[in-house]
């Protein structure tokens, strides 16, 4: 049987870092609201670094835990809401950074799931026999999309980027992806978006002017949603490889919001003790979340060889998703 093995991950943020009371001189908030709105403390922001360039620090560190060359990579796929450019897709700067000389490389638009999405194809990729090895990359620059006047969105968001290394291998050693459950639900599409700057409304004094090429969410429409479909994603991924809640060691959620991950934990039976959370130091970095979360548990060893991990997000469309692996 095909396996498709976790080899190495890596993860990088700026080093510059916005605290709740450096937000509370930008705009009409307080470290109190934010805290107990959302968990979050800080985030990192970048300071002309661009979403691949944040992308080859994670993929280096990823390649240098799996022991593997550049030039083993067949596949590179980046999640991102914040590309380098509309095209050439940011996968291709990376590739160009990483000097490979041919691969398969291409861009995933799937907001805050998109590295669940990026993890699903490049398992399919792996198990069809099509390629060996891949590299999974989440990261944002979502700093340079957010309105620094709207503190209804501007408190929660953060730069960062994430990276992983899947290859294929066969035999009953190694960890797994054990299911995949993905999806999009467009009944909230227009509750979370960048409403200007693409071919709908394409970029214009008037977008500029009033920051259409921002993000703009109707935060508590969005909030509803997410905890009904990630209760339901994890349910479904868990039927799926036939195992129960008791059975996964691990839960790293979207970094989105604590209540959020809490209503869900609650909801599904989860010991607050199982769920890895970040949050409070990244703020919400959308694709890259997950991928950051996961690198940061395994090179502390608080998720260990042969464990079970259940990843599961909610984002803009609205996408969602829940893998299980066992790395
Ligand atoms: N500081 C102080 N007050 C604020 C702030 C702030 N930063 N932001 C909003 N408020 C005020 C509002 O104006 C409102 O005031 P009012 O009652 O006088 O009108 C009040 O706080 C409550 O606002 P709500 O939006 O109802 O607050 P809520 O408890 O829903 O929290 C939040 C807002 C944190 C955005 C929450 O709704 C949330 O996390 N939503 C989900 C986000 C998410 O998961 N997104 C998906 C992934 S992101 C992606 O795909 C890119």
């Given at each position: 049987?095909?396996?498709?093995?976790l080899?190495g991950t890596?993860?990088?943020?700026?080093?510059?870092?916005?605290?709740?009371?450096?937000?509370?001189?930008?705009?009409?908030?307080?470290?109190?609201?934010?805290?107990?709105?959302?968990?979050?403390?800080?985030?990192?922001?970048s300071?002309?670094?661009?979403?691949?360039?944040?992308?080859?620090?994670?993929?280096?560190?990823?390649?240098?835990?799996?022991?593997?060359?550049?030039?083993?990579?067949?596949?590179?796929?980046?999640?991102?809401?914040?590309?380098?450019?509309?095209?050439?897709?940011?996968?291709?700067?990376?590739?160009?950074?990483?000097?490979i000389?041919?691969?398969?490389?291409?861009?995933?638009?799937?907001?805050?799931?998109?590295?669940l999405?990026g993890?699903?194809?490049?398992?399919?990729?792996?198990?069809?026999?099509?390629?060996?090895?891949?590299?999974?990359?989440g990261?944002?620059?979502?700093?340079?999309?957010?309105?620094?006047?709207?503190?209804?969105?501007?408190?929660?968001?953060?730069?960062?980027?994430?990276?992983?290394?899947l290859?294929s291998?066969?035999?009953?050693e190694?960890?797994?992806?054990?299911?995949?459950?993905?999806?999009?639900?467009?009944?909230?599409?227009?509750?979370?978006?960048?409403?200007?700057?693409?071919?709908?409304?394409p970029?214009?004094?008037?977008?500029?002017?009033?920051?259409?090429?921002?993000?703009?969410?109707k935060?508590?429409?969005?909030?509803?949603?997410?905890t009904?479909?990630?209760?339901?994603?994890?349910?479904?991924?868990?039927?799926k490889?036939?195992?129960?809640?008791?059975d996964?060691?691990?839960?790293?959620?979207h970094?989105?919001?604590?209540?959020?991950i809490?209503?869900?934990?609650?909801?599904?039976?989860?010991?607050?003790?199982?769920?890895?959370?970040?949050?409070?130091?990244?703020?919400n970095?959308s694709?890259?979340?997950?991928?950051?979360?996961?690198?940061?548990?395994?090179?502390?060893?608080?998720?260990?060889?042969?464990?079970?991990?259940?990843?599961?997000?909610?984002?803009?469309?609205?996408?969602?998703?829940?893998?299980?692996?066992?790395?």
């Amino acid at each position: 049987m095909k396996r498709t093995w976790l080899l190495g991950t890596g993860s990088y943020a700026p080093s510059y870092t916005l605290t709740n009371e450096d937000l509370e001189e930008m705009v009409d908030t307080s470290d109190e609201w934010i805290s107990t709105r959302t968990g979050i403390k800080r985030r990192h922001i970048s300071k002309g670094e661009s979403c691949s360039d944040l992308a080859l620090e994670a993929s280096q560190k990823a390649l240098d835990q799996a022991g593997i060359e550049p030039g083993e990579i067949d596949v590179i796929i980046v999640a991102t809401l914040t590309p380098d450019t509309i095209f050439p897709a940011t996968a291709c700067w990376i590739q160009k950074k990483l000097e490979i000389q041919d691969c398969l490389s291409f861009d995933i638009s799937a907001a805050c799931s998109g590295f669940l999405y990026g993890l699903f194809l490049a398992d399919n990729f792996l198990k069809q026999g099509e390629f060996h090895t891949a590299l999974v990359v989440g990261s944002e620059v979502l700093s340079n999309f957010v309105n620094w006047e709207d503190r209804n969105t501007c408190v929660l968001f953060g730069d960062g980027a994430g990276a992983a290394i899947l290859r294929s291998h066969h035999g009953s050693e190694g960890g797994n992806i054990l299911s995949k459950e993905i999806g999009t639900d467009v009944a909230g599409i227009d509750l979370l978006k960048i409403p200007g700057g693409g071919s709908r409304m394409p970029f214009s004094q008037e977008v500029l002017d009033k920051k259409l090429h921002t993000i703009h969410m109707k935060g508590n429409e969005v909030f509803k949603n997410a905890t009904r479909t990630m209760v339901l994603a994890i349910e479904n991924a868990l039927k799926k490889a036939c195992l129960s809640v008791e059975d996964i060691q691990w839960y790293i959620p979207h970094q989105a919001n604590l209540r959020i991950i809490n209503y869900v934990g609650k909801k599904l039976g989860i010991p607050q003790k199982k769920v890895i959370i970040n949050l409070q130091e990244y703020g919400n970095t959308s694709a890259a979340s997950i991928p950051i979360a996961l690198d940061e548990s395994l090179r502390e060893n608080t998720i260990r060889k042969g464990d079970r991990v259940c990843l599961f997000s909610f984002g803009a469309g609205f996408t969602y998703g829940s893998i299980i692996l066992e790395v």
